[in-house]
C-alpha cells in the first residue's frame, strides 16, 4: 500500500500533469481578437484628456470585432492588452469593458400583428 506521503505526491503529480482549465482548445479570446478590438476600436478606447464623446453603434467594425470573442468577454481582451506594459496605459479599462454592452446583438423586432378586416 502506499504511504500518506505517496497518496499526497501522486496527487500533487496529477494536479501538476493535469491540464489548466482555462487553456484548451477553445479559448475565450485570442491575441489576435486583441489585436482587432484594439485597431477598430481605438478611438472608442483610448485613454484623451478630454473625455472624448464617441459613442460605439451596434452595426459598426468595432462591435463586429467585439462579437468574435465567445460571450463578449472583455475582461479576457482588458488582460491581454494588460500584459503589455506600454499599451495598458494607452486604453481604458472602463471603456473595454464597455464595450461587451455596447456591441450586444440588436434583437429583432417581432413582425406586426396581422390586419384585420371587419366588414360590416
Known amino acids: 500500500m502506499l504511504s500518506m506521503k505517496g497518496v499526497i505526491l501522486l496527487l500533487l503529480v496529477c494536479a501538476v500533469i493535469s491540464p489548466h482549465p482555462v487553456i484548451g482548445k477553445n479559448p475565450i479570446c485570442t491575441h489576435a481578437n486583441m489585436i482587432e ?8 478606447i483610448r485613454v484623451q484628456r478630454p473625455v472624448p464623446t464617441f459613442l460605439c453603434t451596434p452595426n459598426s467594425p468595432c462591435c463586429e470585432a467585439v462579437r468574435k ?9 482588458y488582460f491581454l492588452i494588460g500584459l ?15 464595450l461587451s454592452d455596447l456591441c450586444a446583438p440588436v434583437p429583432s423586432r417581432p413582425p406586426p ?6 366588414l360590416v
Open 69 to 77: 470573442v465567445r460571450d463578449r468577454d472583455m475582461h479576457c481582451v
Open 84 to 98: 503589455d506594459k506600454q499599451r495598458v496605459k494607452l486604453y481604458s479599462e472602463r471603456m473595454i469593458l464597455r
Open 113 to 118: 400583428p396581422p390586419h384585420r378586416q371587419v
Open 37 to 44: 478590438i484594439v485597431r477598430k476600436c481605438e478611438k472608442f
